[in-house]
């Protein structure tokens, strides 16, 4: 049976494997969108908006996981 240091260490490294799937996925997709879509219409400023919300997204979860594991140091 595992024990509860084990699986919180478990939860964190999903969380952290999810934010990195998360940024580089809104990476390459906004790449890809900047290639195929005009800069100038209103599309571009979606696609720059979904990658900053994903962005902002992962900035917030990372600071989460990485509080949690500073409070499990003490």
């Known amino acids: ?13 999903r969380q952290a494997r999810l934010v990195a799937i998360v940024i580089a996925v809104a990476g390459v997709l906004w790449v890809a969108a900047q290639w195929l879509v005009e800069p100038t219409s209103r599309f571009a400023a ?10 902002i ?11 949690r594991t500073r409070r499990q140091e003490r």
């Open 46 to 55: 979606l696609f720059d908006l979904m990658a900053l919300a994903a962005f």
């Open 1 to 13: 049976m595992p024990r509860k240091n084990e699986e919180v260490d478990m939860s964190q490294v």
């Open 57 to 67: 997204w992962a900035f917030a979860v990372t600071w989460r996981i990485w509080r």
